[in-house]
């Protein structure tokens, strides 16, 4: 069973920084494109960020130059390191395969920016 775990969502202020961790199971972690997904209230979910197999990297333009994501194929681990977060940077923050499965959704982990 395909299992995503998110962690390390949390408050901060703006302008601040956070990082984020997914450990997956069940899956040949190496076997593509892995995304960042994030859903704020209200909204529907967007990808954020974007990693091939082989490190090539694309990102959403509203995090283009703030955000990294980073993956370790032999800790089955995706990151997303954030910085100069902004308030609408508040969402729920996921992770799943590039071509989302909708089974393999985890619970996500919160990120809220504000003063």
């Known amino acids: 069973q395909v299992q995503f775990v998110e962690s390390g969502g949390g408050l901060v202020q703006p302008g601040g920084s956070l990082g984020l961790s997914c450990a997956a199971s069940g899956i040949n972690f190496n076997i593509g494109s892995m995304g960042w997904y994030r859903q704020a209230p209200g909204k529907q979910r967007e990808l954020v960020a974007r990693?091939?197999?082989?490190?090539?990297?694309n990102y959403a333009d509203s995090v283009n130059g703030r955000f990294t994501i980073s993956r370790d194929n032999a800790k089955n681990t995706l990151y997303l390191q954030m910085g100069s977060l902004k308030p609408e940077d508040t969402a729920v923050y996921y992770c799943?395969?590039?071509?989302?499965?909708?089974?393999?959704w985890g619970q996500g982990t919160q990120v809220t920016v504000s003063s």
């Open positions: 990693i091939t197999r082989g490190g090539n990297t």
């Open positions: 799943n395969t590039y071509s989302p499965v909708q089974g393999w």
